[in-house]
């Protein structure tokens, strides 16, 4: 069992990085220790340069957000936690890998989609090939779980796409006539619920560090009365909550603070609605307000108890890099000598 994800540096994480991904890097990392397997997780401060960035920002939201890992329960003595930046196996097999990848299935993908919009033209060379180097971060280490948040299926559909070309146009032959595949498939991981929060603002958009609102989102680093006040404004509308599923089909604002209801209560929202079913949001939000903060509260304390000591921030990223360079070369090695590149 090997569980690897990443997690962008860019903006501050939030709840739905926190219920999508970072939650189950964390059940998974005990999971795979207890197994005799590994986890890594990293910080994927390369894929921040395919949009614009400011420098000391990057650093600096690059130590903010190991601290927050940590304070989110990953365990630096259980978990292997890196950033990119140190593992530069990461964008040496994405050029190997650009050899397989396809101009088409790039094209595709939804994100370029989305953030390229109508002006393609103007955008980075990164933000195109960046599902490139993504399949190459969960490719490296032979992933076999890969928690993440239904945005990212795609992206991984693709790194299984090319481990397949790739193990299809290169596998070296076992004495016996079969091949001998280079990469394993990895499966992603995504929770059955809270696979997408969306915005508190606008119940069609997802929740995302890049929003230009801070109120369509709670942060991990927000106190009590900010998460509260957040919760209050959220976008709603005047009916009661319904008994039953079914009447949340049309009202994505309503489904959205039922959904992180449920995640953070460990339900479902059918048990949800169970119990506030007939109720206006003038209880609900409340009662979502205390849950929150009961459930965040501690993370927060933790993380502003762990984020100044960059000292220590950097040593476990220095660790874990040492760490992930090794579980990396021998794939790296393979996939030189199995497309014919001379290195002694
Ligand atoms: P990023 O930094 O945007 O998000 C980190 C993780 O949080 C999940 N997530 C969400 N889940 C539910 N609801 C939301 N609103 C929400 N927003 C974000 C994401 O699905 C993700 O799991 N490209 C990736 C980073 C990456 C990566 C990788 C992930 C780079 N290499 C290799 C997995 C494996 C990204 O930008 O995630």
Redesign the pocket.
Same mark, same amino acid.
């Given at each position: 069992m090997r569980v690897?994800?990443?997690?962008?540096p860019t903006g501050k994480p !939030?709840l739905?990085?926190y219920?999508?991904?970072?939650r189950n890097y964390v059940a998974l990392q005990d999971d795979a220790h207890a197994k005799g397997g590994e986890c890594l997780i990293?910080i994927?401060d390369l894929?921040a340069l395919s949009m614009p960035h400011d420098p000391a920002e990057l650093r600096a939201s690059t130590l903010e957000l190991v601290a927050t890992l940590v304070a989110c329960g990953l365990d630096p003595d259980k978990a292997i936690l890196f950033n990119q930046a140190q593992v530069p196996l990461h964008p040496e097999l994405q050029w190997l890998l650009n050899g397989t990848a396809r101009m088409g299935w790039l094209n595709r993908m939804t994100q370029w989609k989305d953030k390229a919009g109508k002006n393609r033209e103007g955008q980075s060379v990164a933000l195109f090939t960046?599902p490139v180097?993504?399949a190459a971060?969960?490719l490296l280490y032979q992933a076999t779980h890969?928690?993440?948040?239904?945005?990212?299926k795609q !992206?991984?559909e693709l790194a299984r796409d090319i481990a397949q070309k790739f193990n299809n146009d290169f596998a070296p032959k076992n004495p016996d006539g079969s091949d001998a595949p280079i990469f394993t498939l990895p499966d992603p991981i995504i929770p059955k619920e809270?696979?997408?929060?969306?915005s508190l603002r606008d119940g069609s958009a997802?929740?995302?560090?890049s929003d230009p609102s801070d109120m369509s989102r709670i942060n991990l680093s927000d106190d009590a009365d900010t998460m509260a006040q957040k919760i209050k404004k959220a976008k709603t509308d005047p009916e009661p909550l319904p008994s039953e599923e079914a009447g949340l089909a049309d009202r994505a604002e309503a489904k959205n603070l039922v959904g992180i209801y449920a995640a953070l209560a460990g339900q479902s929202q059918a048990e949800v609605l169970a119990q506030y079913g007939g109720q206006g949001f003038g209880s609900f939000k409340p009662a979502l307000a205390d849950l929150l903060v009961a459930k965040l509260g501690p993370i927060r304390d933790q993380f502003v108890a762990l984020k100044d000591d960059h000292e220590a921030l950097d040593a476990i990223l220095a660790r874990g890099a040492a760490k992930a360079r090794e579980r990396g070369a021998p794939t790296l090695a393979a996939v030189y000598s199995a497309l014919g590149l001379v290195r002694h």
């Open positions: 690897v994800s990443g997690i962008q !939030h739905g990085n219920l999508g991904a970072i990293f994927a894929h960046y180097l993504q971060d969960v890969v928690p993440v948040g239904e945005d990212q !992206h991984l809270a696979a997408r929060i969306m997802k929740m995302s560090k």
